[in-house]
């Protein structure tokens, strides 16, 4: 079983970044393929970026891609997305999940663990 917190969130002006963390606990941490999600105000959650554990390819929605990276350090049980270029419609709640699937999946039902999620406002 794998534990999730997120940290990192917080209020940033347009054109500005952030750098979202998440840090896992339990065995295992290098196989498992990570997700970011997010759900804005009103919103249905949506995938935002994915790394897989074993290719260690990186996917992205198309209304970050270029503006968002995501990056793991195995050695310290962490995943990063770091987040440029912020608009007012990056804000919302951010989740970071875990599966054990070989690949990137993009349907939040997928992923077997989550974290509580960290408030990202984007103020224009």
């Known amino acids: 079983q794998v534990q999730l917190v997120e940290s990192g969130g917080g209020l940033v002006q347009a054109g500005g970044s952030l750098r979202l963390s998440c840090a896992a606990s339990?065995?295992?941490?290098?196989?498992?393929?990570m997700g970011w999600f997010r759900q804005g105000p009103g919103k249905e959650r949506e995938f935002v970026a994915g790394i897989s554990w074993r290719t260690g390819s990186t996917y992205y929605a198309d209304s970050v891609k270029g503006r968002f990276t995501f990056s793991r350090d195995n050695d310290k049980n962490t995943v990063y997305l770091q987040m440029n270029s912020l608009k007012p419609e990056d804000t919302a709640v951010y989740y970071c999940?875990?599966?054990?699937?070989?690949?990137?999946?993009?349907?939040?039902?997928?992923?077997?663990?989550w974290g509580q999620g960290t408030q990202v406002t984007v103020s224009s």
């Open positions: 339990g065995r295992g941490f290098s196989r498992y393929t």
């Open positions: 999940a875990a599966d054990a699937s070989t690949v990137v999946l993009t349907m939040s039902r997928s992923y077997e663990y």
